[in-house]
């Protein structure tokens, strides 16, 4: 009999930012074996056709904690690598035609920044603009220098988007993965830039990904103040991260 439900585990060393690291080992194990490794990451999670909407992956995500912290006791971290699959399709919303003549403050970005992005798209008058038309573009993911200008406009909407962005009458995080880990109790830990490279990767999330922190002795808090009001528990410090936290009641 098949299983109903699998996650696949890679053994590392530190927590993976990008998907591509892991997929283009052999064996994803840490380079001094599994017994030295000190971060288990969930970074894929498959269930059987017709299992669509059944909550089995957080059932599957505590029974791997379990079986790997009794089996393997120098692992010590259990994150996620996680896909924002909504992340594109919502940009392309928010960049109406009033954010691309005037930015919105709800997200900040500094002006050396944003002049190194408008430098890439001569006759560009906002940032907006610029990304937008660099995003709808051909090319601009084999461009190091486009690249390099993107990182951090697009680590910074994505951290906005999955602290800030709600489903409609919720507190609930509109992204379903990010709402799927910090309901179980998990951290918002990082976003993580060109984190998967892969055609769907750059068509859902412009490559984002995220990583979803399982800090053992606060996945009961973070998940009844998640549920209770919608409170987002962090851990880390990225500089993204912290930075939409500040006009959300997060757990630090």
Known sequence: MEPL???WVALTDDISGDVQSILQQREPTSALGENSAKCAIFYSINSQPGLSGVDLGNFLIKRVVAVLRAELPN????????????????LDQWLTQECLASPPKEVTIDK????QLL????GATTWTAALKHII????WTS???????????????GAHYLVNTKRRK?????????????????????????GNTSYSGLRQSLGLMCNYNYVLD????????????GTIAVSGNDPYVVAAMRSFPAKL
Request: a neutral charge.
């Open 170 to 194: 919720s507190h609930s995080a509109f992204d379903p993965v990010a709402n799927f880990h910090l309901r179980n109790g998990a951290c918002l830990h990082r976003v993580n830039w060109r």
């Open 112 to 115: 050396k920044t944003q002049d």
């Open 5 to 7: 439900v699998f996650v």
């Open 136 to 139: 709808d573009s051909h090319g």
């Open 143 to 157: 461009d190091q220098q486009v690249l390099d200008a993107m990182e951090p406009i697009v680590r910074a909407l």
């Open 75 to 90: 692992i010590n971290v259990f994150c996620t690598l996680s896909p924002m699959p909504r992340f594109r399709a919502w």
């Open 218 to 229: 606060r996945i009961e808090d973070n998940n009844e103040n998640y549920v209770r009001d």
């Open 119 to 122: 430098s890439r798209v001569p």
